[in-house]
């Protein structure tokens, strides 16, 4: 069974940064999925067990995925945040289709909220 952790979450101003982290993925692939009030969820990035990265289109070019298998997390660096990219961010594991698709991943975790205010 895998258990999934996220942390990092919080309240930050528009421009600012953070940095969320899935602890408990182990070998697995992985990935960052946001779901915003009234929206679809979206994917953000994904990284794969070889530790191969991928990004979709929410975050592109403001983002960077990155994974630690001795301390057995993945990060997701966020950048340049505006107020659109208020949601609840969730990691996920062992996707069975493409990356892209979010509901083809099997394990998820709790989720973690981010707000970027104006």
């Known amino acids: 069974q895998v258990h999934l952790v996220e942390s990092g979450g919080g309240l930050v101003q528009a421009g600012g940064s953070l940095r969320l982290s899935c602890a408990g993925a182990?070998?697995?692939?992985v990935g960052w999925i946001r779901h915003a009030p009234g929206r679809e969820r979206e994917f953000v990035a994904a990284?794969?067990?070889?530790?191969?990265?991928w990004y979709g289109d929410a975050l592109k070019g403001r983002s960077t995925i990155a994974r630690d298998f001795a301390k057995n997390t993945v990060y997701l660096n966020m950048y340049r945040l505006r107020p659109e990219d208020t949601a609840v961010y969730y990691c996920?594991?062992?996707?069975?289709?493409?990356?892209?698709?979010?509901?083809?991943?099997?394990?998820w975790g709790q989720g973690t909220q981010v707000t970027v205010s104006s």
């Open positions: 996920a594991a062992d996707p069975r289709g493409r990356l892209e698709d979010v509901s083809s991943y099997t394990y």
């Open positions: 182990g070998g697995y692939t």
């Open positions: 990284i794969s067990s070889s530790d191969s990265p």
